[in-house]
């Protein structure tokens, strides 16, 4: 459970720091998406990486495994469903998994990687390890 925690973990830490470093590539890779009125974009461009970031600091530390992994499950689900409604709208463009780096484009692949990592998600939330964790021990 301790190395599917740290990947999940580091995952989602080096997917954030790539777009706070980016902002306006990461909302532009949203607005790419065309799901959403402009306005929300840079909302959701400012709150998700930091959303990713502390959940993933925190799973590494092994505080709150459940909780943390129920969010970033809860991410994982709304980016296979706008990468999935982005495909069948026929749209070619970055995924923005890791802002601008990489310039992954949407497709299966990317949907099938999604859903590898929720299944990791699933995993901690249902089997919890408190090992090499902050958190307290049951």
């Known amino acids: 459970m301790l190395a599917i925690r740290l990947f999940l973990g580091f ?19 949203i607005y790419n998406y065309k799901l959403m009125p402009d306005f929300i974009v840079n909302l959701l461009a400012i709150a998700f990486p930091w ?12 505080i709150s495994v459940k909780e943390n992994s129920a969010i970033l499950s809860g ?11 982005s495909m069948a709208r026929g749209l070619n463009i970055d995924c923005g998994c890791f802002g601008t780096v990489g310039g992954t484009k949407i497709g299966i692949q990317k949907i099938l990687e999604n859903i590898g990592l929720l ?3 699933l995993i901690l939330i249902k089997y919890d390890s408190k090992y090499l964790s902050l958190s307290k021990q049951n």
């Open 51 to 62: 959303i990713e970031l502390i959940a993933g600091i925190l799973l590494v530390f092994g």
């Open 11 to 29: 995952i989602f830490i080096f997917a954030a720091i790539t777009k706070v470093s980016d902002p306006d590539g990461f909302s532009q890779s």
């Open 75 to 85: 991410l994982l689900v709304v980016f296979i469903i706008a990468i999935g409604i």
């Open 119 to 121: 299944v990791i998600g």
